[in-house]
């Protein structure tokens, strides 16, 4: 039976140059997790100026519907016809 070196831990030194890959990495993702962080936020509040933009002009154009849904005067045909009268009147004799 054979034995196996027990694993050894590397040297420090040769860990550093990792470490610091490492650590800039991560700097660069937390930059770039900010920026799109940023970016959210102003779209959210775009996104939240346009809805009431569109509320207000969804309004706009339902105002505008009812109004054009409103009947004009009715208008004459022709010549206004006489006075009809009423048969349950009794009619009054000037004198």
């Excluded at 505008?64 to 849904?69: H, T």
Aim: proline fraction near 8%.
């Amino acid at each position: 039976m054979s034995k196996q070196k027990p694993s050894t831990p590397e040297k420090p030194a040769a860990r550093r140059p990792e470490v610091e890959r490492v650590e800039k990495q991560r700097d660069r993702l937390q930059r770039e997790l900010d920026r799109v962080r940023r970016e959210r936020d102003h779209l959210q509040r775009d996104r939240e100026r346009m809805q009431r933009e569109v509320d207000r002009l969804r309004k706009e154009l339902d105002a505008a519907r009812r109004e054009s849904k409103r009947q004009a005067a009715p208008f004459s045909r022709g010549k206004p016809k006489p006075e009809r009268v009423n048969e349950f009147e009794t009619p009054t004799v000037d004198i």
